[in-house]
């Protein structure tokens, strides 16, 4: 519990600040953004990071107005999330979106870091495209893990993020599917398919998301391989509901 405190108090921390010095900054060609959220369970890919616990979480964004862009973000962990330490992940984010016609690129790259815990630290590249349809808003992107001991092996993960505004309301349906493949400590060697359906409330800058969201993987390779907490691998791995509150500063 004294963990998942000190998130929310370095989430807070991350966004509160600089929503000020934003303020005061605004002819410049920085802008700094930010978000804080509370969710009933951090899901990754589909799988659970905090053992079908609570998480508190954070982000900061600063981007030039060429393109570039650096950030960070943190989330509480437990069970097979985390790798001891401050069972915290804190990720480093570098890079540079531009439009292209009525498309946005985006490419860049993150470094995952484990406060306090050894050997476990890792980076991927990613790159999306995104836009409109019609009304729906829709985006296709990848991960690459390259190869790195500290993960034992490689990985992809493709996916697809979907959302329909319903007029006049503060709703918005979301769909999201995303497929994994490769040797990595991610996916035990196995392709998954992680998916989640749900409704975004917005007021404001506050948003309330209720999905439900899970993977493919079978409960005996589930069991086999993921757990390490007070939950069986099959239960941070089967479909479930999650509730997230976020807002944006």
Known sequence: MKKFVQVAFAAAALTAAPAAYAQDEESSDITITGSVAITSEYRLRGISQTDRDAAIQGGLTVAHSSGFYVGTWASNLAGYGSFGGSNMELDLIAGFSTAVGPATLDVGGVYYVYPGASGVDFFEVYGSVSGKVGPVSAKLGAYWTPSQSNIGGHNIWVYTDWG???????LTLKAHAGYSDGNSAYTKGKSIFDYAAGVDIAISKLTLNVSYV?????KTFANANWGGGSHSGRSITKGAIVATLSAAF
């Not at 329909?164 to 503060?170: N, Q």
């Open 214 to 218: 899970g993977t493919d993987v079978g």
């Open 164 to 170: 329909f505004p319903i007029d006049g309301t503060p």
